[in-house]
Structures are given as C-alpha cells and as structure tokens.
C-alpha cells in the first residue's frame, strides 16, 4: 500500500484485538493522506458492567481466559483515559464520542432486547456525564497528527 | 431492536455525511462495517476493507498488507466482542 493514500480512515473496535495496535496505527498514519480524517474506536473495558461482572466473579464474553488469541478476543483491556492518551498521541481529535449500547439491544429480536432497551437509553445519557463508568465505546473524530505538531 | 447500528459506526457515518461533496477513498482497518458504511455513504465513499490484521506473532514488524490479504484470501476472523 503507497503512503498517504487515503481520505478517510476508520478503525472501530478494532485495535484491542491486536497483539500490536501502536504498529497498526503507525501503519494507519503512513497510508493516510496528510489532511486524512480519523475515525477511530475501543471499548472502555473498565465499565460499569464489566466492573459488576467482575465485582461478582463473572467474565464478559471478551474475558475468556487462556483463550484469548484462539477465540480473537480483546488482548488489551483500555480505561477511558488510556484510550483517549492512545489515540492522542497520532491524531488531533475534535469529536469525541462516548457511547452506550448493549450486544443484547444490537443481536437480539427477542423480550431482552426490548428489556435492555430502555436501560440503555438512560446509560447512553450517563455516559456523557461520566464516561469512565457510564461509557462503553469511546469513539473519536480528527486529523492525524503531522510531524510538526509532533514537535 | 434487532440490526441496530452501533454507536462508533454510526457516529463515524453521521461525520462522514457531514463532509464537503465529494467522494473520499475510504480505508476501514478491521472491515465489520462494510455494509453499512457502503449501504449509507454510497455516493460520497470509495471503500476498501482489510479485513484480517495479522497478528504478526512471526515478524513483529509487519503488521498488514492488502494485497497479500487480497492474495490468499484471508477471510475476516474477529468476532464482534461487544
């Protein structure tokens, strides 16, 4: 792939299931043009329904242990904060999105989806106010970061 | 409730649309989102999908490469985890 080729990239939900992701998103900046946006993502793993699961002796279904290079599951476990310092340092973000949304709310057609559903909504709410626990994707808009603004 | 988008694509395709007229070469590192963004951005983006990243356990330094991916055929091997 020829270096600065793309307009647009987007790497949602991607990076934590990689053994390496700081070479990916330098691979990432090499074939984005100089004025290319960014859409990038991760999950805040440290959230309040990982923390209740964990807190009661339960894993998430991207907490299975010694099974997680098998089953492509999430290598890396990011707060809030780490992921934003991450993404900041290859890009200059101007939208930051923190969102909510339960896996039963997007798969499921059946009662859960309609009993999740609400809840969800009043989380999505709580996630702007308090992203570290309310928030569950952290998702971000900008310019990838030239070497002069690297210094 | 079923099919809903989830919220970093849709974030990413309500941006998108908000973008000068044009069309924008549209790189999508980890490809779940090939539908979507081409069912809505059909106008506006010429995608192109890596749809495996290797995990590089071999060769630390490569990370991916689409023609080798076009080459083999990889096929996509992630499972959405959220």
């Given amino acids: 792939m020829d270096d600065e080729t793309y307009d647009i990239i987007v790497c949602l939900d991607t990076l934590e299931h990689t053994l390496y992701p700081k070479k990916i ?7 984005a043009k100089k004025d290319a946006i960014l859409f990038l993502s991760m999950p805040n ?5 990982t923390r209740l699961k964990n807190f009661f002796g339960m894993k998430t279904p991207a907490q299975e242990t ?5 089953k492509h599951l999430h290598i890396h ?9 991450f993404f900041g340092g290859f890009g200059n973000f101007w939208k930051i999105k923190y969102g909510w949304h339960s896996r039963s709310v997007l798969t499921d057609t059946g009662v859960l989806g309609f009993i999740v559903y609400p809840v969800d909504l009043i989380f999505k709410m709580l996630s ?3 992203p570290n626990l309310f928030c569950r994707t ?3 808009m900008g310019n990838k970061k030239l070497r002069r603004d690297l210094g | 409730m079923k099919n809903q ?3 970093q694509i849709k974030f990413s395709i309500e941006q998108i649309k908000k973008l000068p007229k044009g069309k924008y070469k549209l790189l999508d590192v980890g490809s779940a989102e090939q539908t979507f963004f081409q069912d809505n951005l059909k106008d506006k983006i010429e995608y192109e999908g890596i749809d495996y990243i290797r995990w590089s356990e071999s060769d ?3 990370v991916f490469n689409l023609d080798e991916i076009k080459t083999k055929n990889f096929r996509w091997m992630m499972k959405p985890t959220i």
Avoid: C, H
């Fill in chain 1, 138 to 140: 952290v998702a971000v």
């Fill in chain 1, 128 to 130: 702007g106010i308090y």
């Fill in chain 1, 25 to 31: 998103m330098e691979e990432i900046m090499r074939v």
């Fill in chain 1, 45 to 49: 793993e440290f959230n309040l329904y």
């Fill in chain 2, 5 to 7: 988008i989830p919220i």
């Fill in chain 2, 60 to 62: 630390p330094k490569y």
């Fill in chain 1, 66 to 70: 010694f099974q997680t290079i098998d």
């Fill in chain 1, 77 to 85: 476990s990011p707060r809030v904060k780490d992921i934003l310092d």
